[in-house]
T-cell receptor
Framework: ETGVTQSPTHLIKTRGQQVTLRCSSQ?????VSWYQQALGQGPQFIFQ???????GRGNFPPRFSGLQFPNYSSELNVNALELDDSALYLC????????????FGPGTRLLVL | GIQVEQSPPDLILQEGANSTLRCNFS?????LQWFHQNPWGQLINLFY???GTKQNGRLSATTVATERYSLLYISSSQTTDSGVYFC????????????FGKGTKLTVNP
């Protein structure tokens, strides 16, 4: 059984560019949640995808968008990057959308210059 | 939305000492997890514990849901226990999935 994987591990972009981050969920999990962790802070919930539909969203602007595919892997897209988007982006998968243990991937470190 | 407060924010121990980390939350929850974040950023699951008590080796956790707090106990601490410990909760009926506290930074000195 493979765990949650994320790609790429590190990424450097410039302000105004667009970025796509990828997450493969743990085998048997149908739910993926994305979090942003700024330096020195706890992770903040961005959104969750359950069976290919968005199922809850945190306080992030619409330029943060996502997808979930039939195999339950997921993408996080960020348009018009800003300096404050520099952070560790974490995805977590779970057996269901609520009340289930979330298992986190290793994260993608994004630096926006 | 639900509020999560962790204490203490920082903790420095000598190897072999015991410690208790606390997590207070402001509403009923259907998920509470404790994590250890290693220096590379990986969040390692310690416990899924919306209520009750669990133990895993030197670590144990207790959540008293009716009083809205959880405790993480670390016994006989080792240098490898160093890192940041996060408590995260999911409110019953809430739209945010996991809401994290600000963490407790634990340093265990040899």
């Amino acid at each position: 059984e493979t765990g949650v994987t994320q790609s790429p591990t590190h990424l450097i972009k410039t302000r105004g560019q667009q970025v796509t981050l990828r997450c493969s969920s743990q085998s048997g999990h149908n739910t993926v949640s994305w979090y942003q962790q700024a330096l020195g802070q706890g992770p903040q919930f961005i959104f969750q995808y359950y069976r290919e539909e968005e199922n809850g969203r945190g306080n992030f602007p619409p330029r943060f968008s996502g997808l979930q595919f039939p195999n339950y892997s997921s993408e996080l897209n960020v348009n018009a990057l800003e300096l404050d988007d520099s952070a560790l982006y974490l995805c977590a998968s779970s057996l269901g959308p609520a009340g289930e243990t979330q298992y986190f991937g290793p994260g993608t470190r994004l630096l926006v210059l | 939305g639900i509020q999560v407060e962790q204490s203490p924010p920082d903790l420095i121990l000598q190897e072999g000492a015991n410690s208790t980390l606390r997590c207070n939350f402001s509403d009923s929850v259907n998920n509470l997890q404790w994590f250890h974040q290693n220096p590379w950023g990986q969040l390692i699951n310690l416990f899924y514990i919306p209520s009750g008590t669990k133990q895993n080796g030197r670590l144990s956790a207790t959540t008293v849901a009716t009083e809205r707090y959880s405790l993480l106990y670390i016994s006989s601490s080792q240098t490898t226990d160093s890192g940041v410990y996060f408590c995260a909760v999911e409110a019953q009926g809430g739209s945010e999935k996991l809401v994290f506290g600000k963490g407790t930074k634990l340093t265990v000195n040899p």
